[in-house]
């Protein structure tokens, strides 16, 4: 939910100051800005609840810590990539990539009930999946329509 917070409210600032800026509303240009910072957001959850978020990876998968660790500099890397015209298209295929990719570690996080902030299993379980599902597409959605698609 945090994200979307992030994501919607710095959309609406980046709108208002574009309009001011340009006369005109920008909105592909406030979508990536809003996008860069919920991956911001996001990137430094990897590294402040770095123990909860290894739990989120299923057991078969080895080095949960690096691959947290990984994961947020990958965000990192995307969010700054969305922002320069001569990488945006192909920072917003790989991040749609990216958020296909890392969308079975929250179904697997949902099923064992983790809460990666206290690093515990006592989170809000597989009825989260109805929320984080459609905000995956969300994001998805998003990062095309401000960053690939002409319309």
Request: charged share 10%; net charge positive.
């Amino acid at each position: 939910m945090k994200p979307l917070i992030v994501l919607l409210g710095v959309f609406a600032v980046s709108l208002l100051v574009t309009k001011l800026l340009y006369g005109t509303c920008q909105c592909a240009l406030s979508g990536r800005i809003a996008m860069f910072a919920m991956l911001i957001f996001s990137a430094i959850g990897h590294f402040a609840f770095t123990k909860g978020m290894a739990l989120m990876i299923p057991g078969f998968i080895p080095f949960k810590t690096e691959s947290v660790y990984l994961t947020g500099i990958a965000e990192i890397i995307f969010a700054f990539g969305l922002l320069f015209p001569n990488y945006r298209t192909l920072t917003a295929w790989l991040l749609i990539v990216f958020l296909i990719l890392v969308l079975p570690a929250n179904i697997y996080a949902s099923i064992k009930q983790i809460d990666y902030q206290k690093a515990t299993f006592n989170g809000n379980g597989v009825t989260y999946l109805w929320f984080r599902i459609p905000l995956q597409l969300f994001f998805i959605v998003w990062t095309y329509l401000s960053a690939i698609s002409k319309y």
